[in-house]
């Protein structure tokens, strides 16, 4: 199996999340799968999905968050 094949496919998550994902709401939108502290660390480390910053809140486009998914995520 290449490596394309062994990624998991999250397009549909284009379709059902909102176009802006906020950074507290992470775990409801994706099953809990990822917890929004776990994210946060990443962040810090400099590999989490692209986001922004609007006031004191951080948020994530729609696109970006799926294209991370895509890149960390392999069936095992």
Same mark, same amino acid.
């Given at each position: 199996?290449?490596?394309?094949?062994?990624?998991?496919?999250?397009?549909?998550? $284009?379709?059902?999340l909102?176009?802006?994902?906020?950074?507290?709401?992470?775990? *409801?939108?994706? =099953?809990?799968?990822?917890?929004?502290?776990?994210?946060?660390? $990443?962040?810090s480390?400099?590999?989490?999905?692209?986001?922004?910053?609007?006031? *004191?809140?951080? =948020?994530?486009?729609?696109?970006?968050?799926?294209?991370?998914?895509?890149k960390?995520?392999?069936?095992?």
């Amino acid at each position: 199996m290449d490596e394309k094949e062994d990624r998991v496919d999250f397009s549909d998550l $284009l379709e059902s999340l909102p176009a802006i994902v906020a950074h507290t709401e992470i775990e *409801r939108y994706l =099953g809990g799968i990822i917890s929004h502290r776990y994210l946060a660390n $990443l962040n810090s480390q400099g590999i989490g999905p692209k986001r922004f910053r609007f006031g *004191r809140k951080v =948020g994530y486009r729609r696109e970006d968050l799926v294209e991370w998914l895509q890149k960390r995520s392999r069936r095992i």
